[in-house]
């Protein structure tokens, strides 16, 4: 295991549910990323927080919501989804500080939107 | 902002055969470059990374090289084994602060025994 987990793992939703991704980190580090990945996609990385602070959002809709209540736990709020929205969202964990350090992914939530 | 292309988007080998994967980037304040490996289902890793300091590293099978005038860097596996197989990702960033990685599209790589 890597030290960073996420659930659900998959997830079916309708285009009017709410529904929340988590992802949990147990390295220690201080910055944590949502990325996107569909088929035939590079990684798309949508938010970034470092020191539980959000620090990039790369022009992500509105009806992705991130939440970073502190260093450990990220959250990723889902309301009123399309169906172009299906993907595998990937969660990172890195250690800012000390130089070049690795990026180590959660297992991803598969999630399908109807 | 920084734009990483990565060729091939699939690549087939005969176990034993090397394999090549190359990357280009845009940025020139890009100083840090990790390749991960993602095999089916499950999440990309980390495999080997470059500093733009050096233009070598080689762990075991696989080597990466790195050419800051041409901004272009590569993956080298030699010696292919079907657990090779994998979709691989190369990737581009300014390798302080909380360091976002900007990332090829991924070559598929697979390996026939």
């Known amino acids: 295991e890597t030290g960073v987990t996420q659930t659900p793992r998959h997830l079916v939703m309708g285009m009017t549910n709410k529904k929340s991704l988590k992802c949990e980190q147990h390295?220690?580090?201080?910055?944590m990323y949502w990325y996107k990945q569909s088929a035939k996609k590079p990684l798309e990385l949508m938010f970034v927080y470092s020191l539980e602070e959000r620090v990039e959002n790369n022009s992500v809709p509105s009806r992705f919501s991130p939440e970073c209540p502190n260093s450990s736990h990220l959250f990723l709020h889902l309301h009123t989804l399309q169906p172009e929205d299906s993907a595998l969202y990937l969660c990172?964990?890195?250690?800012?500080?000390?130089?070049?350090?690795?990026?180590?992914f959660g297992p991803g939530t598969r999630l399908t939107v109807l | 902002g920084e734009n990483v292309e990565q060729h091939p988007s699939t690549l087939s080998v005969q176990e034993g055969d090397s394999a090549v994967i190359k990357c280009t980037y845009s940025?020139?304040?890009?100083?840090?470059f990790p390749w991960y490996k993602q095999e089916l289902g499950k999440r990309p890793q980390l495999i080997i990374d470059i500093r733009s300091n050096v233009g070598e590293k080689k762990d075991q099978r696989i080597a990466v090289t790195l050419n800051k005038t041409a901004k272009h860097f590569s993956l080298h596996i030699t010696e292919t084994q079907p657990e090779d197989s994998a979709v691989y990702f190369c990737?581009?960033?300014?390798?302080?602060?909380?360091?976002?990685?900007?990332f090829g599209k991924g070559t598929m790589l697979l390996v026939s025994p």
């Open positions: 390295l220690g580090h201080n910055a």
């Open positions: 990737a581009a960033s300014i390798g302080s602060g909380y360091s976002t990685l900007t």
């Open positions: 990172a964990s890195r250690q800012t500080s000390g130089g070049y350090n690795e990026q180590f």
């Open positions: 940025d020139s304040a890009s100083n840090y």
